[in-house]
């Protein structure tokens, strides 16, 4: 069990500065680009037209940033470390320049499958480098590092998409991105060591990720369809073909997941619940507190936009705050973390119509509070706890699970949130009704995860922290 103490600095030292700056820049990518597309989106649709596949711009994005991910160990697999990661940066390029020349909505949408391919495949393979890269002590600050990127991009991105968009230069959104991703990937070429081909798992495993994506497509289909029946239909048809996706994969010698990857016999089983259902308090406070503080509190576009992002600066202060725990401290923020997070979109519910802003923005914080202590040390305890010979699968499966908790809860959100009247039109009671159902009812998914996590807690003390256990194989 690792014991040296780590600081921020070692980020930078014994040759790991190349790599903190290569993986971190990556990140970047695919933050920045999120926000700064979707504040440009409707000066895009004014020019190439488009409008009925407004939301299909998020969907085929969101649908092919999870499909990357799955598809990032069998990348490597195939083409080595370096030219995996090198390759995932040319296909987000090739995207991004495809996007900025689009003439109309159809090669847009076909630009950013692209991209979301490429996106997901650079952070699927960044989660597995910070494993292979970086030892214990310092993979949770190498993630929280991560964390405060994605923050930061929540704050600027929308000011560099909103900067381009009144220049009348929507097109400078992706223009933006190029030299970055052209210095990324210069930078991945020289910096990422060679290695992790497997000349006996060489073939990509095509029908099970055609397969996951279907899944996926179909959850996000079912968040826009208007038939109260139609929605459920969709929803519980995704959630089956994703299901089949993980049972085909179960007995597959090139697999995509690690094995049983959410049993509860297992380390991993645990976590990854954890991972899915800690999701549900950002996806509950993002889709719904900025409209909530513009048609509750009447507060301006601007201060609700940046008041919805304070969960994000929550989580990435928290995450930089706690990386360097003890092992003590980690095993309390685990299950602690959770808890926070579902007491938080809990009291959003209650709260909100009912009392002052300011206080349901504190109940935000301790969202982002809870999710911030926990995140980084519950993907440094999966990827420590991951079974031997299945190590980059697992790193690399971590988001492609995260991605997926988020599809499913964005689909379900919305579900609740018509249930609860927001489908009879945006006013300030039907506002009220609909984010109380959809906070109360996602408090659910991270107070359970709390439980969960202490199940985690038990695998590793068994597994890991005690000695003679371990010893033992017990």
């Not at 109260?228 to 994703?242: D, K, T």
Request: one cysteine or more; proline letters at 4%; glycine letters at 12%.
């Amino acid at each position: 069990m690792e014991t040296k103490k780590y600081t921020w600095a070692d980020l930078f030292r014994e040759g790991r500065a190349v790599y903190t700056i290569s993986l971190t820049l990556a990140i970047s990518l695919h933050a920045m680009d999120a926000f700064i597309v979707s504040t440009v989106m409707p000066s895009v649709v004014r020019e190439i037209g488009g409008a009925q596949f407004y939301t299909w711009v998020v969907m085929l994005y969101m649908t092919a940033s999870i499909v990357g991910p799955a598809s990032g160990a069998p990348v490597r697999l195939i083409l080595g470390t370096r030219i995996g990661y090198v390759g995932a940066g040319l296909v987000f390029l090739a995207g991004t320049i495809l996007a900025s020349l689009a003439p109309n909505m159809g090669t847009l949408l076909v630009a950013r499958v692209v991209q979301g391919l490429g996106a997901g495949l650079i952070v699927s393979q960044n989660t597995a480098l910070i494993s292979e890269l970086f030892p214990g002590n310092l993979r949770t600050r190498m993630i929280a590092m991560n964390g405060m990127v994605w923050a930061t991009a929540a704050v600027f991105g929308p000011t560099v998409g909103g900067l381009f968009d009144q220049l009348g230069m929507w097109r400078g959104a992706f223009w933006f991105a190029i030299p970055i991703i052209i210095g990324f990937t210069f930078v991945a070429a020289r910096a990422i060591p060679e290695g992790g081909q497997d000349a006996k798992r060489r073939r990509f495993p095509i029908g099970r990720v055609t397969i996951l994506g279907a899944g996926v497509l179909v959850v996000a289909i079912s968040g826009v369809v208007d038939a109260l029946p139609l929605r459920i239909l969709a929803l519980v048809a995704g959630l089956a073909i994703i299901w089949s996706s993980f049972r085909t994969d179960r007995n597959a010698t090139n697999k995509i997941f690690p094995s049983k990857p959410f049993s509860f016999v297992g380390a991993i089983g645990p976590a990854y619940w954890v991972f899915v259902l800690i999701v549900v308090a950002p996806v509950c406070v993002g889709t719904f507190m900025p409209l909530t503080y513009r048609v509750v509190y009447g507060l301006s576009p601007l201060a609700s936009g940046y008041l919805g992002a304070s969960l994000a600066l929550a989580w990435s202060t928290s995450g930089i705050l706690t990386a360097g725990a003890n092992l003590k401290w980690q095993r309390i923020f685990i299950v602690v973390g959770p808890a926070l997070a579902g007491l938080g979109i809990l009291g959003i519910g209650i709260s909100v119509g009912n009392l002052a802003w300011q206080v349901v923005t504190a109940f935000q914080l301790l969202a982002g509070l809870g999710i911030g202590m926990s995140m980084s040390h519950l993907m440094n305890w999966t990827m420590t706890m991951a079974a031997p010979g299945e190590e980059s699968i697992t790193a690399s499966s971590i988001h492609t699970v995260r991605s997926l908790g988020i599809a499913v809860a964005a689909a379900s959100a919305g579900l609740v949130a018509n249930l609860g009247g927001l489908g009879d039109g945006i006013s300030v009671d039907s506002v009220i009704r609909a984010v109380s159902w959809v906070e109360s009812v996602g408090a659910i998914a991270p107070l359970s995860g709390a439980l969960i996590a202490a199940v985690l807690v038990g695998h590793r003390r068994r597994r890991i922290d005690d000695p003679q256990r371990a010893a033992l194989g017990a």
